[in-house]
């Protein structure tokens, strides 16, 4: 039987090209499934797992617990707020606690970039990272990447932009490691001020002009700004922003051809893109969220495998 070659889900650049074909085939058929009246598999029923989420979430969460639920394994979650870090206790001794209710894998996010690693190497549990400050987002890449192979056909070849604050976002970064493994291009556009300095040093173009970056794209990924990352003035304001770096109808229907619209959730209507967008049907923004349940299947039961 086929395996991944890692036992965590820490970040894209700790996978390779073969467990992200892995990942999406067991995708397709988690993917069956789920269409079915009966939208469950017994596969799971040995495992426990916690979703531990130190920072807000809503469709993720919801998401990994379909997931997991789906797989029928059992599920804890909790959120910072209602829990004892709040009241001084470690990383490490908190997750500890969990685990010695006998939990197997941890799905966490949290506000540090490494976070998931550093548990991963501390504690004993199969380790998937939900988001770990502006750093990765990999399950969210992976679901990128197999909303466009099923829009598209495949990702090799293709091109795709990031648009917007690629200087807070997770999902780009993840995003830029699973396309380019998978032989797309990737471009990058937005206000030099959100567009991190060395980011051509990833292979990556940068395009200031947003029509340019549309008309070169198949794809776009359109991000959100991260509004609640935002230490200093980036742009001088979300009127001029949206002007500039938003994508709206008209803007679409001028391009010379059909592009894809992705985008990760949540949007917020009418500054990254027009309600009309976000509804059109070049728009696979409903795909991406279903899909996120099938890809987020496939890599807990992949990695549940791994559990000696
Ligand atoms: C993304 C995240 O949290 O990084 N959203 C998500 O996972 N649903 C992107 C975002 O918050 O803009």
């Not at 379909?66 to 490490?92: N, P, Y």
């Amino acid at each position: 039987m086929k395996e991944l070659s890692v036992n965590h889900l820490l970040g894209i650049k700790y996978i390779n090209k073969n467990d992200i074909d892995l990942i999406f085939e067991t995708a397709d058929q988690f993917k069956e499934v789920i269409n079915r009246p009966i939208k469950k598999v017994p596969s799971l029923q040995h495992i426990t797992i916690a979703n531990i989420f130190f920072e807000d979430s809503t469709r993720t969460k919801l998401s990994f617990e379909l997931a997991q639920k789906r797989l029928s394994a059992d599920v804890m979650s909790f959120s910072v707020a209602q829990s004892s870090v709040k009241k001084g206790e470690t990383l490490i001794d908190t997750v500890n606690n969990i685990l010695s209710m006998k939990v197997d894998m941890v799905v966490m996010r949290h506000k540090n970039p490494g976070a998931a690693h550093f548990l991963s190497q501390n504690v004993k549990a199969s380790i998937v990272n939900a988001g770990d400050g502006a750093h990765e987002h990999p399950t969210q890449a992976l679901l990128d990447s197999y909303s466009i192979r099923e829009k598209l056909g495949e990702v090799g070849g293709k091109k795709v932009v990031i648009v917007g604050d690629v200087l807070h976002s997770r999902v780009a970064l993840s995003n830029i490691f699973a396309l380019q493994m998978q032989g797309a291009e990737v471009m990058v556009c937005g206000p030099k001020t959100l567009i991190p300095r060395y980011i051509t040093e990833l292979g990556v173009k940068y395009e200031p002009n947003l029509r340019k970056a549309l008309e070169w794209c198949d794809v776009a990924n359109m991000l959100r700004v991260q509004n609640e990352r935002l230490d200093v003035n980036y742009f001088p304001s979300t009127r001029e922003y949206s002007q500039q770096y938003g994508v709206d109808k008209a803007l679409l229907d001028s391009l010379n051809k059909e592009i894809v619209i992705m985008h990760p959730g949540p949007i917020n209507r009418g500054v990254e893109i027009t309600s009309d967008v976000a509804d059109s049907s070049q728009s696979v923004i409903l795909n991406q969220v279903e899909n996120g349940v099938a890809v987020r299947m496939a890599v807990i039961y992949l990695l549940a495998q791994k559990i000696k």
